[in-house]
């Protein structure tokens, strides 16, 4: 069985996914950020964490092989095919007040916080992503800058879930920096089963 979807600039949705299944990001015109959050199925208290990831991977960055965790400290994801290899574990979703206090604009802006809860039909105060294509320089003194993302049209990445899952993806709204570049734009999702061998 085979899914695909766009988000739109600026949008998310939400996506069933069982154990066994393969989530195909794919960043349609480059130099687009996909905000991906999950929780399991059966209990939405269980939930992604970038932060035990980094402690699980002992690493700040994915790589094809690496586990996404949960806050359990259970596998919910598997890096299996990644064109890129550059994302963010450090950010949390964009919402209205990281627009206003960046670039006083938050009233009314879209963000992946109220886009993933919308998606998901959640209201959490804050939400915590991978942020795939996402290019956030760590320098040694501690600094970090958000540089315009390293994937090109078409590029993907690939996880298999390791546990049945809701996944809320968004395509996020920063067009204020260099995020996604300067501008917004889609992502597809391809949801299938099956092996990873004609990735």
Same mark, same amino acid.
């Given at each position: 069985?085979?899914?695909?979807?766009?988000?739109?600039?600026?949008?998310?949705?939400?996506?069933?996914?069982?154990?066994?299944?393969?989530?195909?990001?794919?960043?349609?015109?480059?130099?687009?950020?996909?905000?991906?959050?999950?929780?399991?199925?059966?209990?939405?208290?269980?939930?992604?964490?970038?932060?035990?990831?980094?402690?699980?991977?002992?690493?700040?960055?994915?790589?094809?092989?690496?586990?996404?965790?949960?806050?359990?400290?259970?596998?919910?994801?598997?890096?299996?095919?990644?064109?890129?290899?550059?994302?963010?574990?450090?950010?949390?979703?964009?919402?209205?007040?990281?627009?206003?206090?960046?670039?006083? *604009? @938050?009233?009314?802006? !879209?963000?992946?916080?109220?886009? +993933?809860?919308?998606?998901?039909? &959640? #209201?959490?105060?804050?939400?915590?992503?991978?942020?795939?294509?996402?290019?956030?320089?760590?320098?040694?003194?501690?600094?970090?800058?958000?540089?315009?993302?390293?994937?090109?049209?078409?590029?993907?990445?690939?996880?298999?879930?390791?546990?049945?899952?809701?996944?809320?993806?968004?395509?996020?709204?920063?067009?204020?920096?260099?995020? *996604? @570049?300067?501008?917004? !734009?889609?992502?597809?999702?391809? +949801?299938?089963?099956?092996?990873? &061998? #004609?990735?």
């Amino acid at each position: 069985m085979k899914r695909e979807y766009t988000i739109q600039p600026c949008c998310g949705m939400a996506f069933e996914v069982a154990a066994g299944q393969r989530i195909c990001v794919i960043d349609a015109e480059g130099r687009q950020v996909a905000d991906f959050f999950a929780e399991c199925a059966k209990d939405p208290n269980e939930f992604l964490s970038p932060g035990v990831t980094i402690d699980c991977n002992e690493s700040l960055n994915l790589k094809v092989g690496d586990r996404i965790y949960s806050n359990r400290y259970r596998p919910m994801l598997k890096v299996v095919y990644d064109d890129v290899g550059v994302h963010d574990l450090l950010h949390p979703c964009c919402r209205s007040e990281m627009y206003d206090f960046f670039y006083g *604009n @938050g009233k009314g802006h !879209s963000n992946c916080l109220d886009n +993933i809860n919308a998606a998901l039909r &959640e #209201n959490r105060p804050i939400i915590r992503p991978v942020n795939l294509f996402m290019h956030t320089e760590v320098y040694p003194d501690g600094k970090i800058k958000v540089l315009p993302p390293a994937s090109r049209a078409g590029d993907k990445v690939v996880l298999l879930a390791e546990a049945d899952l809701r996944v809320g993806i968004a395509a996020c709204s920063v067009s204020e920096s260099d995020c *996604n @570049g300067g501008k917004c !734009s889609a992502i597809k999702i391809v +949801i299938e089963d099956g092996s990873t &061998e #004609n990735l």
